[in-house]
């Protein structure tokens, strides 16, 4: 990890920039401004605006992207064990001793939080990093490197909205039971919570995937779920780094697929213990709930799924972008 160089001080004009956008407090949480479209919190947006300033790409650069809660952690796994798949075997990943996160940090949420100016030309290279940020919101730097990659990993967004609530549950109020879904979905079918709204994320990636397929993947947790071999395979081929006909028949792709597994990295101990500290903290155990597709069914109502569905195909209109919103493969507990 690298070590920071320089503090940005939170100056009196950012305060004024976020009282500006008139914050509002959507539902239980701290107060969410509209930025250009996109909605914040105020450790999220400093940060974000520190990073955008700050960061140098460089061609080797991975960058991940994707909607909290959309398998961010499966995909941070995957990623690095087949980037560094000729450093170490699959027996000494450093994924059995850290969590996910710590090997490939988020980039404003945790290397550019409190006005961090961290000395990533420290890290090693090929240097794989993670946002949440939409693409509009990238710096141009990582848009103009020629060579540098974006995968995006997208996924239902019924079931992100159930994982969203269950994460805020797990990390502030563990003991209480979820409380109705009717008002975070109302704010979610707004669009109004860090990050959102949900639909302009995924077809800002989606659209730039068309535009440049060598530089943006488009993928979905749905397919990882489906064919994670597959989904394997297209990554390191994207990456410029396919599994030569050796490796695929030593098994290495299916050993990669089974390091990174739900049930595998949930019942490591550097994933039941300890915890995050990015703009908010976060319990290791809390980015391994259920892993499952189709859990929605289990809090969100018929008729609030139709309506996020009918949402989803008015916004995402002659895109060609299409997410299976009823498929699940779980059913009511
Ligand atoms: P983040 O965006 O906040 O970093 P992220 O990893 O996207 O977190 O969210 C956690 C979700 O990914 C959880 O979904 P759930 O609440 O529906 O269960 C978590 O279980 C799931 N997840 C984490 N690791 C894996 C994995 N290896 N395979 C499948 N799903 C996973």
Known sequence: MSSSTEVEQKDDHFEELFQRLQPK??????????????????????????FQKHFKAID??????????SGTTWLKALTFSIVNRNNHSVDESPLLFSNPHHLVPFLEMYLYKDGNIPDIDAMPCPRILATHLPYQFLPSTILDCSNCRIIYLCRNPLDVF???????????????????????FETFCQGIYPYGP?????LGYWNASLKDPQKVLFLKYEDFKKNITCSVKKIADFLGHPFSAEEEEAGLVEEIAMLCSFENLQNLNCNKEG???TVFRAKHSSF?????????????????????????????????????????SVGRR
């Open 162 to 184: 159930t994982s969203i609530l269950h994460f805020v549950r797990q990390n502030r109020s563990a003991s209480r039971p979820l409380e109705s879904v009717d008002v975070p």
């Open 25 to 50: 407090k959507p539902v239980a949480g701290s107060l969410l401004a509209n930025y250009q479209g996109v909605w914040f919190g105020a450790d999220l947006l400093q940060a974000t605006l520190t």
């Open 275 to 277: 915890e995050i500290q």
């Open 60 to 69: 080797s650069d991975i960058i991940l992207a994707t909607m909290p809660k």
């Open 198 to 202: 949900f639909w302009d994320h995924c």
């Open 288 to 328: 391994f709930r259920k892993g499952e597709v189709g859990d929605w069914v289990n809090l969100v109502p018929p008729s609030m799924a139709n309506r996020l569905e009918k949402l989803m195909q008015e916004k995402f209109g002659e895109s060609g972008l299409t997410l299976d919103i009823h498929g699940n």
